[in-house]
């Protein structure tokens, strides 16, 4: 399958090898077993536990590999289960490099529990090349990326980023879950372990709950196994298989949700009330460029500032199609509010920051009509302009 593009690569992956042969199933079967009889007293075969092993997770771990282009694949509990057991290849002492503008729970399990562990970081703006090369100590292990970020969308220069690493000694860590395999892929630019929350577009249902690591190399993976065991945050065989169906539809949905952010932010970018618009397919992001040499698409989701907390609030009141909640990478479209969602656990001096303000609002775009959710969004701008008007009285 090595010459197919991924468009195709994401429906047969999962089935493409001698997996099930007996029956000829298009879909992987769901192996609901907890454990596995073995036939020989002095051999077992490849599965004994579920923790350790289950056919259903195995097609999804080796089909997350094959998309990713790395070597294994791993699939947890949840994205912050890959994340953290990711971090847990760490020892006591160690320092990592993490950029400024991540993930409110990445923050969270770096500041409140990699510290418990005697695991030093320091945050910083990965944008600024020197910057990173200046924050790097002799105990650092390992820089963080999110590229695109959460939830601003500031944009990482990867290969600059990989450079650095490699004349450090320090492994790269690289959150993939705006791009997913399709728009962006790290391995290819020497990132060492790619992370997903599948909970997000690559699931893209608002279904199940499911995170996935690939790494470069073999070592790397097992020595990430072996975590994953121990640990035992594993994803069980049901959500391995609607995560291995999610997959399959990946390249439409991400397409047209794709195609309508760009309209979507260019409308945002022009309207008097929004004072600023994050996507990196505008021109006038300060990634764009850089973005544009490591990503095929600029993605589905974008950020938008309204005025202040109360503009905000009669935008969300008044929005109709979207779902106001946590998450994105649905089906629906998805608005959130960064500062009391995503973002809840950084305090507020350090999200203001990062520019997370109190008007700031996350949009990830679904499958509607692109028109019908620019006139939502018209209708509820109007709204929210005439509290701006009614508080500047």
Avoid: W
Wanted: proline residues 4%.
């Amino acid at each position: 399958m090595s010459n197919q593009r991924l468009e195709t690569k994401f429906i047969h992956a999962s089935t493409s090898g001698d997996f099930e042969q007996k029956t000829g199933a298009v879909n992987v079967p769901i192996y609901l077993s907890s454990t596995f009889h073995q036939e020989n007293f002095d051999s077992f075969g490849p599965y004994d536990y579920s923790r350790s092993g289950n056919p259903t997770r195995d097609a999804l771990e080796k089909t997350i590999a094959e998309l990713e282009g790395g070597a294994r694949g791993l699939a947890f509990a949840s994205g912050m289960a890959a994340i953290s057991s990711a971090f847990m290849l760490l020892k006591s002492g160690d320092h990592i490099v993490v950029t400024e503008d991540v993930y409110g729970g990445t923050f969270r399990f770096i500041t409140q529990v990699l510290t418990k562990f005697g695991i030093e970081h320091t945050f910083v703006d990965l944008a600024d090349l020197e910057a990173t090369a200046q924050a790097i100590q002799p105990n650092t292990k390992v820089i963080y990326m999110e590229t695109p970020s959460n939830p601003r969308l500031g944009i990482t220069d990867i290969a600059g980023i990989v450079e650095i690493a490699k004349a450090n000694g320090c492994l790269t860590f690289l959150d993939n879950t705006f791009m997913t395999p399709l728009y962006q892929r790290p391995i290819e630019l020497g990132v060492d372990i790619v992370l997903h929350s599948a909970t997000k577009f690559l699931s893209g249902h608002s279904d199940i709950i499911a995170g996935l690591a690939v790494t470069k190399d073999e070592e790397l993976g097992n020595q990430l196994a072996f975590i994953q065991n121990s640990f035992g945050a594993i994803l069980g065989a049901q959500d391995s298989f609607s995560l291995i169906q999610g997959i399959k539809t990946l390249g439409a949905r991400l397409a047209q949700s794709s195609a309508s952010a760009k309209k979507i932010a260019a409308y945002l970018n022009e309207h008097p009330l929004v004072e600023h618009v994050f996507y990196p397919g505008l021109t006038g992001h300060p990634g764009h460029a850089i973005h544009a040499s490591q990503s095929s698409d600029a993605g589905a989701v974008l950020s938008f500032r309204l005025p202040n907390r109360e503009t905000a609030k009669a935008f969300v009141d008044q929005v109709q199609i979207p779902v106001f909640a946590v998450s994105l990478g649905g089906v629906e479209s998805i608005l959130s509010y960064p500062a009391q969602m995503s973002h809840a656990a950084m305090p507020k001096e350090e999200r203001e920051k990062r520019g997370i303000t109190d008007g700031l609002l996350r949009f990830s775009v679904g499958l509607e009509h692109v028109d019908d959710l620019i006139a939502d969004f018209d209708q509820a701008l109007q709204a929210a302009a005439k509290v701006k008007q009614e508080v500047s009285i």
